[in-house]
């Protein structure tokens, strides 16, 4: 991984170098300078002219600039590179980075400007190439930066230009399309994986462990002898050491670049303010800045390489993208963590513990001050038992998981998403530079009050407020332009259309959507118009358009929305596939439905639904016709989307096309009575009736009668089954309170052959176990106590156990005592009597059931 595709500041120390450690869970830094890989006091060309220079090695003349290596996104190296800088005051400060940035460096001294914040790079010609330069308040990046900017010191990026590495990566990129492979380019051989230098250095030592190494001999310990520059000369030479190991061919080809330019900026910098120059680098960096090269070896390395224009800026940025798990190899497992501990002046276990305990208080969580006093004495007892020189992040979290978690890993996993890792959104300034939809999305963001949050957040939206109406408008539009900052979600507590429920979560990410997106126009609502009418065009099936169609009308797209129905009504004239107008349909009724309340003129959109419905009605009978299994299952879907779709509808919605209900009910009457038609969209046709009231229960009966009969194959006649009961619409609750359709079926399934049964069982099975569990135990229940003469279809009244001709009034009564009892409630002179009917005793316990067998117990 590359340093700009890592996500760090030129990458976490190094390509594989120091960036594989980037961010231990554990590392404390507190009152120490760790983080400090490298760094010696090197020589260079000072102010000798270019001809003298290109015979000249940096470092090879004493007195060179002060190389400061670093661990990205360290709170020690953080301390570190201040101490040194207080101590060494240069005249520039160079940091490693993409040096087009420099022209946004005053920036960062802007009151607007709060960190995390990130460099975002994209190549003009295509925004979708792009690389971020992540920066925290704890990187060490960022204070070089802000220290260069309060002293007015010069502060300049000097690593390899984003115009070069974009488009290097680019090639890349297609050099693996075209089987290449990896780090491919002129024919170079792919580099060998380098050895990690701090696993390497934990091994020396005789730790398996490298991050717990780092964090005990570097971010744990003190400044030692007061001298800022130590622990840099140390570690430099660890790191010297190391690179002299690889293998000249390992040398990854990518560094040998980025190293030369950067030592050729450093020259420049010596050039033009003498040896005061400091440099803030990864320390894997540090041993090739020093290695001596002339001028004229760097140059040939940069020669010829590709190169595209590119636009920067600042984009805000989160603790939850610089961890690992957000994808960036650069960043630190515990950003939440590293922040604390570079605020934090003192006794930063035990600020952490009170803000851990605030957090789960604010859960209702029981947490005291003596939880928060038990847990830092733990951590602190734990660091001594592990021989660690500071309680870390995992003793601290072994002391909240005992003391304030009772040993649940669930409060703790509240404590690392809330606190370890954290949602933290930066802010850059309104003057940063942006393209214009991004400046217009600002602007539309601070007329409707909706600020992007790096939390996610349920949004409510009442579409009958202007300000809600909106804000649903411009999360529409976004999400049609790729840009999912929202997405929507199951309302509660109403189903209305006049209701909407978002989820919102702003990522970094969004910030490259916007700029994409910005070729389609320079506002938001240009933009989304622009984007619909070319998707209307390249979609490809019949839903898609409508689907698109129904985006255009939430998002409020009146121009968009006339290409698109053009584009549909043709699509719909030349499909005949009934599945795919049966699909489109819903996409278009619902639109229908949300025009009540968003205002928009949906004329157009009524014929085409209508005449989409007229054509499924014709050619749905012809279609449901010598079907297999699947298809017929995927038919009785289609079925069920048309059926929604025209109850949702209703004649009232289409003006001079009055009976669309009534031809759809004639429709299913047919379907019932073919038997050509397949067992499962039969059984279904039926139920829908019956569910509108179109079928009397007597005819019902008859239906199901013929379909069960000894004369219809027993597969056809489970799959009737199926799709009469099926169990997400209630057909169980159907046969719980209907007599004669479970006396119908308990009656076929009994009948069936062996043979029969072995193949209509898995059918059966998978109906029936889609029921609730209660719902079973009744059907269950019923069939047990059933009618004696299996076979016979019962009549209502028949002495079925459980059914009735009518209501028994003496059971029901029975009821109210225990009903009053459970309430609360003080009984009356009537509920007395119902009590004494259905023998409530003294004692609080009422005998329920005609025949006094079931007892239910109530407490006094």
Known sequence: MTDVEGGGVGGAAGVRGVEGAGGGSGASGVDGIGGADGASRVGGSG?????????????????????????????GSARAVRAALEAARPRVVLIEGPPEADALVPLAADEEMRPPVALLAHAVDEPG????????????EWVALRWALDHDVPARFVDLPAAHSLARDHEERDGEEAGGGPGERSGAPVPEARVDPLAALARAAGHDDPERWWEDVVEHRGPGDGNALAPFTALEEAMGAL?????????????????????LQVRAAQREFGTDVA???GAWHVPALRRGVTVAADRALLKGLPRTKVDLT?????????????????????PGWYAHLFAAADRPVERWLTRVAGLLRDEDRLVSPGHVIEAARLAGTLAALRGRPLAGLSETTD??????CDGSDVPLALVRDRLVVGDVLGQVPAGAPAVPLQRDLARTQRRLRLKPEARRRELELDLRKDTDAGRSRLLHRLRLLGVDWGEPAASRGSTGTFRETWRLRWEPELSVRVAEAGVWGTTVLAAATARAEADAVTVGGLAEVTALAER??????????????RILADRAALDTDVGHLAQALPALVRSLRYGDVRGTDTRALAEVAAGLAERVFVGLPAACVALDADAAKEMRGHVDTVHGAVGLLGDASLPGRGGLRSRWQEVLRTLCARDAVPGVVRGRAVRLLLDDGALAPDEVARFMGLALSRGAPPADAAAWIEGFVDGGSGGGMLLLHDERLLALVDAWLTGVTAEAFTDVLPLLRRTFAAYEPGVRRGLGELVRRGPEARGSVTATGSGTPGFAPGLDVERADAVLPVVRLLLGLAFDGA?????EAGNTEGDGRSRTGRDGNELTEVGA
């Open 552 to 565: 255009c009308l939430l998002a409020g797209l009146p121009d968009a929305l006339a290409p698109v129905m």
């Open 399 to 404: 002391a909240v998981r005992a003391v304030m």
């Open 314 to 334: 600042w984009v805000p940025w989160t603790h939850r993208r610089l961890s690992r798990s957000g994808g960036y190899g650069a960043g630190v497992e515990s």
């Open 47 to 75: 102010g000798a002219s270019e001809a003298e220079g290109c015979e000249r090695a940096v470092g090879a003349v004493p007195g060179g600039p002060l190389l400061l290596g670093v661990r990205h996104h360290g709170p």
């Open 831 to 835: 509920e007395g009597e119902s009590a």
């Open 243 to 263: 690179r002299e190991t690889e293998e000249d061919g390992a040398d990854d080809d990518r560094d040998r670049v980025r190293e030369a330019y950067m030592r």
């Open 129 to 140: 190439r792009s690389a971020f330069w992540p920066l925290a308040e704890f990187s060490p």
């Open 279 to 281: 440099v803030v680098c």
